[in-house]
């Protein structure tokens, strides 16, 4: 026990001695398709950042607090008819020491509904919190573990109770010459939730939902950093002869219906 003190006294001196700076993130992405977790959650869209916090001397300390939003070209507030799909703005806290995660993100879908009242099962709203761990950042191996749970907001099952909709991703990051990469990622639900449109609610069943692998290449100019990036994922969840395409239109791709997705991205950075 003596020992544990010790090593966590250790630890927090320092840190305590380290150089803390104020950081930010700004900038926004341009892509074809908005996937998120091998779910096609709209066509052509832009997506803003924008978060302030600090970052240790060696960036294995960082916290964020900032915003995301999404703006698709098939939004109904924007274009009637034709889809459901409608802007989105998520704030977030993110905190990382040296690798591990810890996180809560506020979705927000533009649909009427007071921004913060996501404690209602009702609302169009959600809360979700985050654990995770990055090898890559004391290690050389690339590799990444996350876990995500919504805890809040419009998350109920067939049943009618709480989902705690979960995600777990497991990925790899190979970085090559000339700042380039490739991310391949498996993401998978350990129970049913708003992965699996919450099929089989009262079985709590486990699937795979994503296949993903995304190649990256970045340029740092004067004023800028940009990144063109271009992804596929397959989600194999559910998965058969109808609903294996990529090109279609409408509503009936929303979500996890259409299995196969692709998105081409150009994002810049400042």
Request: glycine share 12%.
């Amino acid at each position: 026990m003596k020992k544990i003190v010790l090593s966590i006294c250790a630890l927090a001196m320092s840190v305590s001695s380290m150089a803390i700076g104020f950081a930010y993130d700004a900038g926004f992405d341009l892509v074809s398709t908005y996937i998120w977790r091998g779910q096609y959650c709209g066509a052509l869209s832009f997506q803003p950042t924008l978060a302030v916090g600090f970052d240790a001397a060696d960036e294995k300390i960082q916290f964020r607090v900032g915003a995301w939003g999404s703006v698709g070209a098939s939004d109904y507030m924007f274009k009637k008819g034709g889809t459901y799909f409608v802007p989105e703005l998520d704030v977030y806290a993110n905190f990382n020491l040296y690798g591990l995660k810890l996180g809560a993100t506020h979705y927000y879908y533009f649909g009427g509904t007071p921004y913060f009242s996501g404690l209602n099962d009702t609302d169009g709203s959600q809360t979700e919190v985050q654990l995770g761990y990055d090898f890559g950042t004391l290690t050389p191996i690339n590799l990444y573990l996350n876990w995500y749970t919504m805890v809040a907001g419009n998350d109920v099952n067939l049943l009618g109770k709480r989902a705690y909709s979960s995600y777990a991703e497991i990925g790899y990051i190979f970085n090559f010459a000339h700042e380039m990469s490739l991310d391949v990622q498996v993401g998978m639900t350990p129970w049913s939730g708003q992965y699996t449109d919450y099929d089989d609610g009262w079985k709590n069943g486990f699937a795979v939902t994503n296949v993903s692998v995304r190649f990256n290449k970045e340029w740092e100019t004067e004023h800028c950093t940009l990144d063109l990036y271009a992804q596929a994922s397959v989600n194999p969840y559910d998965i058969n002869s109808k609903n294996v395409y990529i090109w279609d239109t409408g509503d009936y791709k929303m979500g996890g219906q259409q299995k196969l997705n692709g998105v081409i991205g150009l994002g810049v950075w400042f």
